[in-house]
């Protein structure tokens, strides 16, 4: 239930455990003749139930005191106390941050923060109490990744800020969870850039926020941000990408209209007024628009927001150079031609914040409003060109004429730095998607713009990109037949990226060096780099021989290239390593890396193991069919073969709580494109009536698979005319 009140917690333990709950211990005392213990707590604050949390373990601790005295542990298992101070120093660090920004104190004496070794969710944001996967809060200085690290503070970053937003005030009712997760996902990005600014958390919020909320919203199995629900499996299915990362985009846009002052004051006015208690999100935009009247140019809050929450998906911008100087910028749907259109309450129209610059106006807060079909404003004398969207603030796609677009395309060939790291990721993430819905943005344009990536040194932007090209190579690689092509390719891009970065770790490395090295080389190895694959064997043949440990940063690139073409019994040795390894964030490499290799049959065993829970944790036993099903299509076939064959057990385990099920069916039945395939899949799920949670993951794979298959009919000549036409084989 979301509503609140207050609670007493007692609990009977042996007298070896320590018992936690939402608020301190008042008292203990003995409990019957077994030698038992009662643990009585404090009345907790009002809040919800489904807040409330108990435990009981034999964790040890450590601590530490903020500013405003407010005592947080870190708890975990015994031998991992040693991997603790981190998420401690984070914690007092984005607590007293919280208060400062919010101007409201937290309201509880302590905040308990607990590794669980076998945890279902990522982490739970408890009053008091927080949970966490032992992937989301230990780190080890001398095993633990980068990428890691940024998880640790950004997954402490986004349930703190529930403390406040969520648990001090909650929503009325589970159709308005966007808010909760929204406000949540997009906090964990701003309070984890301020605590760790060498992290480029903006950059971070840009690939993986906005990149993949718009994918995820871009099929007609989507949902509008506000939907109803009404059932356990409606409400398990809200739990997904629009939620979370289309809710943080829209609250960041909100934030971006509005200025931090404003912004923040209204945040501060509704937590305020609205505390220990039940809200809106129309309560939300009436103390927001009463902060929002001292805008230049006020707004109506609930109107401007309905238009991104009230509709599912979001509107291409198309921007157009007209004579003397007038600009033209209209908005329509984003959709695959063809597709049937779901209504809508509002038409497909949103009020869209347009920022852009042009060679004349450098600034990136040129500003107006298309809050109709088109609106057209008088740019400066001598204006060559203009880059929409700028900063990449706006959850819309945007395109040009074919003039604006060459000189864009050129720009990023020959000065790509007029354009800030973001907006070249936004280039080309727009491109790529753009290209396979417009007849005048030709499939050839993004490959052609993305030649520029040899020059870029923002690995954050490189890497991005190449998530965004892999809705067109992704789809030609899968045949084959222009793999070579695909290689040089890569490498022509990768080669000097790799001689910039250096092969292996320096002392002198950046936070984002260190962060992206391994996925430059694993990308690299991948495509047949040499130099790469040589050094992943030496480090690894170094590592089994003298037992040296690999460097936490390139452990996923080493034994992920290692195990591609690796024999059985290496494949033995890798997983009785993976099988004693402690740190679960060392697991998850090798776990990835034990999916990778190329021989399906070896897949198979590895199927097999996640039934197997003394094999694979059954929190990891989805994500390891994950990895398997996106190593290539024979793999992801032998994933589907599994799944059908053993539906009756993952439906029981995963069905009813979601827990990321969804995601996986609509990754496997989304990578089909042959016809027989897809046919397999519909007969398949007509025989079941009751998918629950995981209805729209199967849709939206169905959805993908489609479009896959005529993506390839339409565009795949074309597309490989272009890599044997400028990557010609001897």
């Not at 906090?187 to 840009?206: F, H, I, R, T, W």
């Not at 404003?377 to 040009?400: E, H, I």
């Not at 996923?556 to 740190?583: D, H, P, Q, R």
């Not at 995601?663 to 042959?674: D, H, T, W």
Request: charged share 25%.
């Amino acid at each position: 239930s979301t509503q609140s009140t207050g609670f007493t917690i007692s609990i009977v333990r042996d007298t070896e455990h320590t018992a936690l709950s939402n608020m301190p211990k008042n008292r203990t005392e003995l409990y019957g003749s077994d030698g038992l213990l009662q643990d009585t707590f404090e009345k907790s604050v009002k809040m919800s139930t489904y807040l409330v949390a108990f435990m009981v373990m034999d964790f040890t601790s450590r601590s530490t005191t903020t500013s405003s005295n407010v005592r947080i542990s870190v708890w975990s298992r015994a031998d991992t106390q040693n991997q603790t101070e981190y998420a401690l120093q984070c914690a007092k660090q984005l607590l007293e941050y919280y208060e400062e920004l919010f101007g409201i104190p937290f309201p509880l004496p302590k905040q308990d923060l607990v590794a669980v070794p076998d945890f279902n969710s990522g982490a739970m944001e408890n009053w008091g109490l927080i949970t966490y996967r032992e992937t989301s809060i230990l780190y080890d200085p001398h095993e633990t990744s980068n990428a890691f690290k940024r998880r640790v503070v950004s997954v402490i970053a986004h349930e703190l800020a529930h403390q406040w937003f969520g648990n001090l005030v909650t929503m009325k009712w589970w159709n308005d969870l966007w808010l909760n997760e929204g406000f949540a996902s997009y906090m964990e990005y701003v309070a984890s850039d301020v605590v760790k600014p060498e992290m480029g958390m903006q950059m971070y919020l840009q690939k993986n926020g906005m990149q993949r909320a718009l994918s995820a919203d871009s099929f007609s199995n989507s949902h509008p941000i506000s939907s109803e629900a009404n059932t356990p499996a409606s409400i398990a299915e809200m739990f997904d990408a629009i939620s979370y990362r289309k809710g943080a985009c829209i609250i960041r846009m909100l934030n971006e209209v509005l200025g931090d002052k404003l912004f923040f004051e209204g945040i501060k006015s509704y937590l305020t007024k609205y505390e220990y208690s039940n809200a809106k999100q129309d309560q939300l935009y009436t103390a927001i628009n009463e902060t929002a009247k001292h805008m230049e140019q006020a707004i109506d809050i609930g109107e401007f927001m309905g238009s991104w929450t009230l509709q599912m998906g979001y509107p291409v911008v198309k921007v157009e150079m007209l004579e003397n100087n007038i600009v033209r910028v209209s908005q329509s749907k984003y959709k695959f031609p063809g597709e049937t259109e779901v209504e809508s309450p509002l038409g497909y129209k949103w009020h869209i914040p347009f920022w852009f610059q042009t060679n004349e106006e450098t600034g990136s807060n040129n500003f107006l409003w298309v809050s109709k079909e088109q609106v057209e404003f008088k740019a400066r004398d001598n204006t060559q060109w203009v880059l929409g969207n700028s900063l990449a603030r706006g959850f819309y796609r945007v395109t040009y004429d074919a003039e604006n677009w060459a000189k864009i395309i050129d720009l990023l060939h020959n000065s790509h730095t007029v354009f800030h790291e973001v907006d070249r990721m936004k280039i080309i993430d727009d491109l790529t998607s753009l290209s396979q819905i417009l007849e005048d943005v030709d499939i050839t344009m993004p490959l052609q713009a993305s030649l520029y990536l040899r020059n870029e040194e923002s690995l954050y932007a490189l890497t991005g990109c190449f998530t965004s090209l892999s809705r067109i190579i992704g789809k030609l690689a899968v045949l084959e037949e222009y793999s070579d092509e695909i290689n040089s390719f890569f490498l022509h891009i990768l080669k000097p990226v790799v001689n910039r970065i250096g092969l292996e770790p320096k002392e002198d490395d950046s936070f984002k060096t260190g962060l992206f090295r391994g996925d430059v080389l694993s990308e690299a190895a991948q495509h047949g780099y040499e130099p790469a694959v040589e050094l992943a064997h030496k480090l690894y043949n170094e590592h089994i021989t003298t037992g040296k440990s690999v460097d936490s940063n390139l452990y996923s690139f080493v034994y992920g290239t290692v195990a591609m073409n690796c024999t059985e019994e290496e494949w033995n040795i890798m997983f009785e390593e993976y099988s004693k390894e402690t740190l679960q964030s060392k697991q998850r490499y090798l776990m990835k890396a034990l999916a990778s290799t190329f021989d399906v049959d070896i897949l198979k065993k590895l199927l097999q193991y996640t039934m197997d829970e003394k094999k694979i944790r059954r929190q990891d036993a989805r994500i390891v069919l994950m990895h398997i099903s996106m190593g290539s299509y024979p793999a992801n076939y032998a994933t589907w073969d599994f799944l059908r064959e053993h539906w009756d057990f993952f439906y029981s385990e995963f069905g009813h709580t979601n827990a990321g099920f969804d995601l996986l069916l609509e990754s496997v039945i989304g990578q089909f494109y042959k016809e027989d395939d897809i046919n397999e899949v519909n007969k398949f799920f007509n025989n079941k009536a009751d998918l629950g949670s995981v209805e729209r993951g199967v849709k939206k794979g169905l959805e993908a698979a489609n479009h896959r298959r005529e993506w390839l009919d339409k565009h795949k000549d074309n597309a490989g005319a272009w890599f044997r036409t400028n990557f010609p084989q001897d």
